[in-house]
């Protein structure tokens, strides 16, 4: 069955699917089925070149709404591709089904490589816990959101719009891991009829906020816990009881603003929660389609005569960029890793006791249980999770991980370390969270003049203080009464205030 | 081919262009972009254009990387801009410079808008033979294409009327070949003005590295703007200490000659080279004068002041003279022109006290509109 935006899509594109790739596709599709890949409907296109750089543009969504920013990722991109330095071989849309995008002109091999790659995302995007409250029909979503941004363009003006747009885009990445599950869950039970009894026991709010406290204050968390230990507990009737941490949730439900911009920052809030997911498992999503990408080739996607430029293709795809960290390869190994470690029982405590260098290189169990394990990995972890569970000192070795920072004397970047765990310290550091800084609702009514108060669970690294100011000037945009940010800089707690015409900071 | 990103490009381009014109001043004291003289665009480097966020400031962090090496190895330069060597898990820390490349139309028109320069009216028209792209003739032969469906049944139409071949009753017309009709491209004479710039420059020892630095500016701003008004512009430059010379671009700004000042030398040489070669009539024509201000004597002033007024002037748009304050030069020959010609149209005179003054020179010099 086709999707009903199919035929829009299918405008883009001037080549049919050849008949060659859709036997392919069956043949993919049904090796993956009998390994126990669950990849769904996928809906393949080819698009040009720049077609291919505007879709990654808007984030694979050729529909999206009208912003300057888009068109920014499109310079950058469209050039870099123009000049031969980047190529962009595929996009995946997370949705039902799934569209996936491939380069018109590439090579049979890379067509290949690249639909089998496709096949490990759409599993993943089905099976990975935090993709399981994900809108499965967001093209027609974000088509919508872009009817409405120009309604309101039309109606409002555009630049109005537009300034609005930018002011809440600065607060985008104010989500709450957390109220993923949440909403997976929601949309689970809105799915199907609950019971009577399940019905009782929800409380029912009528306040779309109150809904969202309740889920925020039930949700178990290293936050909650520390909050209890707080002395100075918030006094009585303090607004919001707890702090939140999903602080574009709060402004959603709580800022005085009007309709048209409740509901852009409605439809900004929707698409961060989209794509919140994606940013949290780029390692899995790529390290689990590299995995599959690998078999599904060598057993159903070669000819003989077609090994070497597969392999030359594959090396690029998982090669170690000179000082960046890529996702593919970190992600492919421990995959592998994983696979390899359980299928010889390298785990549990007596294999992490085990001091005796030859034995533990001679170890097999011969459980034979990796192939199950790395499932259950790709169904519940994210990539901090991932690292924290399964980065062994041998693999930082073996796949030559260190750490590096600039050091300002030399103004250079320096290797720092290899140490297994600063190494591992440093990339849950870059991990946790999605790389952003938690900050959470603490007081809607501070000092009694419904002043905003945020404060950031500062965690050793400081924020942008220039930033940090600019961002509060949008998110006075958004509250329109003095807003205020806890933190700490450079190990001074520090409050940052902006009343609207200055800032200040104590 | 048209795709939907092109008015999200188109807004974010105009966006850039609203930065560049907001730092227009900065680019032309830090001339860099005259470095670029020559090339068809210019590539003006801005900082990134982006939406503040609640971000962690990595800059001082370690970071996580992959490959070989040992501890105090150096991984790359820690330039701001170049994001090397930095990054995790796809992450770009650092300030990214943003490259944003403008044609010279571009450009010139964000100057314009700066200083609110009127546009040039051209002056005598030089008429020269332009194709326009419109298919708006009719000719019988051409590709099928081509065909112009309805001038060719009015041909058929009439044919068969006249030969008595039509019949009311049964109005069928079928065209042969010879009443085919094709579109075709339609030749038009398009008056295209013509122009020319005389850069002259005081090479004396007077004149330093400096004061040629800020020549060298102001001239590549003044020939963005006619180049935008011109198609067809031609540029040649005349240096001069004691007696005046033709010089080619790269002389022009980097011959140092020591010895006198005749500035009469120069235009006289001007003057020769209009009559030769670029009869008013024809010509759009603008000559820029830089000097420090010294001349030999008052009577070689005089001197130039008959020859503005009988030869120069007449023949010019537009004559500029444009004083760059120097620590040998007297400064002495703007107020004589100052004084001979208080109310020429055609005369525009500004001082040029250092970087900071070029944007209100050219405005001086281009806000005649001439």
Redesign the interface.
């Known amino acids: 069955m086709r999707h009903p935006d199919a035929q829009a899509l299918r405008r883009l594109s001037f080549i049919p699917f050849p008949e060659e790739l859709v036997q392919v596709k069956r043949e993919f599709m049904a090796y993956a089925r009998k390994q126990g890949l669950d990849p769904g409907e996928i809906v393949f296109d080819f698009l ?1 070149p ?2 291919i ?2 879709a990654a ?2 984030d694979g969504f ?2 999206r709404y ?7 990722a ?2 950058q991109l469209d050039k870099s591709r123009s000049w031969g330095l980047s190529t962009i071989y595929e996009m995946v849309v997370n949705n039902q089904p799934a569209y996936a995008y491939l380069l018109e002109g590439s090579t049979p091999v890379v067509v290949r490589m690249v639909m089998a790659h496709v096949l490990g995302h759409c599993d993943f995007f089905r099976h990975n816990a935090f993709f399981l409250g994900t809108n499965r029909n967001m093209l027609n979503e974000m088509a919508n959101h872009a009817a409405r941004v120009k309604r309101y363009q039309n109606r409002h003006g555009f630049e109005r719009v537009e300034r609005f747009l ?1 002011t809440c ?6 989500v709450d891991p957390n109220l993923l599950f949440w909403r997976a869950r929601e949309k689970e039970s809105s799915g199907a009829p609950r019971d009577d009894a399940a019905k009782q026991a929800e409380p029912r709010f009528s306040s779309t906020y109150l809904t969202s406290y309740y889920r925020t204050a039930r949700t178990p968390s290293a936050a909650a816990k520390e909050r209890k230990a707080e002395p100075e507990s918030p006094p009585l009737k303090a607004f919001p009881e707890r702090p939140l941490r999903g602080v574009l949730d709060f402004l959603v439900d709580q800022a005085p603003l009007e309709d048209w911009e409740r509901d852009i920052l409605e439809i900004v809030r929707e698409e961060a929660y989209y794509f919140l997911p994606q940013r949290l498992t ?2 899995m999503n790529e390290g689990w389609a590299v995995f599959w990408h690998t078999r599904i080739m060598v057993a159903k996607g070669l000819r003989p005569s077609e090994l070497v430029e597969y392999s030359d293709e594959n090396s690029k795809i998982i090669a ?8 593919y ?2 992600g492919y190994f421990l995959f592998e890793d994983i696979r390899d470690r359980w299928d010889k029982g390298r785990h549990g405590p007596e294999w992490e006791t085990c001091q005796d260098r030859a034995r533990r290189e001679r170890w097999d169990t011969r459980e034979r249980h990796g192939m199950e394990k790395v499932f259950e990995v790709r169904s519940a972890f994210d ?1 901090a999770q991932l690292l924290d569970a399964f980065l062994t000192p041998e693999f930082v070795i073996k ?10 004397r ?9 140490e297994f765990q ?2 591992k310290s ?2 849950l ?3 946790t969270n999605g ?3 938690v ?1 959470e609702v603490v007081d809607a009514n501070h000092a009694n003049r419904s002043e905003l108060l945020l404060r ?1 669970l500062h965690d050793g ?5 220039g ?2 100011r ?2 509060l ?2 998110l006075h945009h958004v509250w329109r009464r003095p807003v205020n ?1 806890q933190t700490v800089f450079q190990g001074q707690p520090k409050t940052y205030t902006f009343d609207g015409s200055r800032d200040t900071e104590q | ?1 048209t ?3 092109h ?7 105009s ?1 850039v262009k609203g930065r560049v014109r907001e730092n227009l001043r900065r680019f032309i004291v830090q001339g860099d972009l005259v470095a670029q003289h020559g090339r068809k665009k210019v590539a003006i480097p801005l900082k990134e ?1 982006r ?29 701001p801009g170049e994001g ?8 770009q820390p650092g300030e990214h410079a943003l490259e ?1 490349e403008l044609t010279l139309e571009e450009l010139a028109q964000i100057l314009g808008e700066e200083l609110e320069l009127p546009r040039i009216q051209p002056r005598g028209q030089k008429v020269l033979t332009s194709y326009t792209g419109r298919f708006t003739g009719i000719r019988r032969t051409g590709p099928e294409s081509l065909v112009h469906f309805k001038r060719t049944f009015k041909a058929a139409l009439r044919r068969t009327i006249s030969s008595g071949e039509y019949n009311a009753g049964d109005p069928l017309v079928v065209p042969v070949r010879e009443d085919k009709r094709y579109r075709a491209r339609k030749e038009v004479l398009l008056p295209q003005s013509a122009a020319a710039i005389l850069y002259m420059m005081d090479v004396s020892g007077s004149m330093g590295e400096e004061q040629k630095e800020i020549v060298r500016i102001e001239a590549f701003w003044i020939d963005l703007w006619l180049r935008s008004h011109y198609k067809n512009l031609q540029i040649r430059y005349i240096t001069h200490d004691a007696e005046a010379r033709e010089v080619d671009r790269d002389t022009f700004f980097k011959s140092m000659e020591s010895g006198g000042t005749l500035i009469s030398s120069a235009y006289a040489l001007a003057s020769d080279m209009i009559k030769k070669d670029y009869p008013p009539d024809d010509w759009n024509l603008y000559l820029f004068h830089f000097s420090d201000g010294d001349n030999w004597s008052d009577e070689d002033s005089a001197h130039c002041v008959d020859l503005m007024n009988q030869r120069l002037l007449p023949a010019a748009n537009l004559f500029a003279y444009g004083q760059v304050k120097s620590a040998y030069g007297s400064g002495a020959f703007y107020p004589i022109l100052e004084k001979a010609f208080p109310e020429q149209e055609n005369v525009a005179l500004s001082k040029i006290d250092d970087k900071e003054h070029i944007l209100d020179s050219i405005r001086e010099f281009l806000g005649k509109g001439r």
């Open positions: 040009s720049s077609q750089s505007e543009s808007y050729p529909g009208p912003h300057w920013r888009f068109g920014m499109f310079d930018d885009l600065s607060l985008e990445n104010l780029k390692i170690a960029w000179p000082g960046r960290l890529n996702p390869r970190l990539d796949s030559r991980l260190f750490t590096f920072r600039l050091n300002p030399q103004g250079a970047y320096v290797l720092e370390s290899r600063k190494v440093t990339l550091a870059h991990l790389g952003e800084p900050l950031h690294v400081d924020l942008k203080v930033e940090a600019q961002t000037h949008a940010l | 081919m795709l939907r990103i008015s999200d490009h188109a807004r974010f381009r966006i254009i939406l503040p966020k609640f971000e962690y400031s990595w800059e001082d962090q370690p970071q996580a990387g992959q490959g070989e090496g040992k501890e105090g190895d150096v991984l790359g330069t820690g330039k090397e060597g930095a990054g995790e898990a796809g992450d944003v």
